[in-house]
Nanobody, 115 residues
Framework: QVQLVESGGGLVQAGGSLRLSCAAS????????MGWSRQTPGKQRELVAT???????TYADFVKGRFTISRDNAKNTVYLQMNKLKPEDTAVYYC?????????WGQGTQVTVSS
């Protein structure tokens, strides 16, 4: 059974930093591409960053230079380091992957950035 469990969200002031973690189980993590997305009420979910099994990364323009996605295959964990946070980064952040042609999402972790 595939499980993705996010942690690390919280309340932070603008300009601050947070590191999100996503622990995966039930998959061969090292061969999986992983991603982080976010959603705010009334808006569509938007892709934030992805990392391939070979650790190639991509970022949405609105986080480039501020967020870093990384992975630790020994710990079956993907991270999202978020620096220089802005109030508009406030959202629920989800990690996700695909296994056997099915999408899997974690339960999400709330990030709130105060101005």
């Amino acid at each position: 059974q595939v499980q993705l469990v996010e942690s690390g969200g919280g309340l932070v002031q603008a300009g601050g930093s947070l590191r999100l973690s996503c622990a995966a189980s039930g998959i061969i993590f090292s061969i999986k591409h992983m991603g982080w997305s976010r959603q705010t009420p009334g808006k569509q979910r938007e892709l934030v960053a992805t990392i391939t099994s070979g650790s190639t990364t991509t970022y949405a323009d609105f986080v480039k230079g501020r967020f870093t996605i990384s992975r630790d295959n020994a710990k079956n964990t993907v991270y999202l380091q978020m620096n220089k946070l802005k109030p508009e980064d406030t959202a629920v952040y989800y990690c996700h992957t695909v296994d056997s042609w099915r999408d899997y999402w974690g339960q999400g972790t709330q990030v709130t950035v105060s101005s």
